[in-house]
């Protein structure tokens, strides 16, 4: 499979705790983003990446979210002390010529 | 005000109708403009982008967007049971590199 892939699928986490996602995008791809998409709602952009750079950050992105994409290639996206809100399908995309192509995403639920 | 408005439906239409799906955008600079499709707790899957006003057809797929008049539309000829799903625009600046912005996404279900 050659296109976007996220890793987890799933997770199912407790109210304070961290967790991390995983993002590979295709791979010719220099620009990489992250949504975040709640029920009944279009993805919001977070942040994204050209390489290794990160280049903006939405105003969503709180104190707690921290992305990382070291070599330029996968990217990571951590959530420290999840909060009830943090409940989402976590989607990352990766662009070409103005196209943009997403992952399955990882549905994160915070009990 | 959203950058991108879309009515939510849901929208039910009878296999082989033609469906018609709208978005009214706010911001004039937006050049570039896609439709995605998404099933049930999948990611969205891009089904047409255009840039600038036009049409674009693939398919049983046409995309339209009028920049007079800030609107987009996605038809679908000949819907089929396949067809059913959320359907969401997008719309973004004339430059790479930059966030896309989404309507709220329509959901469709085509009735066999």
């Known amino acids: 499979d050659t296109g976007v892939s996220q890793d987890p699928r799933h997770k199912i986490t407790k109210r304070g705790q961290n967790v991390t996602f995983r993002c590979d995008p295709i791979?010719?791809?220099?620009?990489l983003y992250w949504y975040r998409q709640t029920l009944g709602q279009g993805p919001e952009f977070l942040t994204y990446?050209?390489?290794?750079?990160?280049?903006?950050k939405s105003r969503l992105l709180s104190d707690r979210f921290s992305a990382e994409r070291p070599k330029g290639s996968f990217s990571t996206l951590e959530i420290q002390r999840t909060e009830q809100g943090d409940s989402a399908m976590y989607l990352c995309?990766?662009?070409?010529?103005?196209?943009?192509?997403f992952g399955p995403g990882t549905r994160l639920t915070v009990l | 005000q959203k950058e991108v408005e879309q009515d939510p439906g849901p929208l039910s239409v009878p296999e082989g109708a033609i469906v018609s799906l709208n978005c009214t955008y706010s911001?004039?600079?937006?050049?570039?403009f896609m439709w995605y499709r998404q099933y049930s707790r999948k990611g969205p899957e891009l089904l047409m982008y255009t840039y600038s006003s036009g049409n674009k057809e693939d398919g049983r797929f046409t995309a339209q967007v009028d920049k007079s008049s800030k609107y987009i539309s996605l038809f679908i000829r000949d819907s089929q049971p396949s067809d059913s799903a959320t359907y969401l625009c997008a719309g973004a600046f004339p430059f790479t590199g930059n966030q896309f912005y989404f309507g709220t996404g329509t959901s469709l279900t085509v009735i066999p």
């Open positions: 791979s010719e791809h220099n620009r």
């Open positions: 911001n004039s600079a937006f050049q570039y």
């Open positions: 990446f050209q390489n290794e750079a990160q280049l903006e």
């Open positions: 995309a990766s662009l070409a010529e103005n196209e943009q192509f």
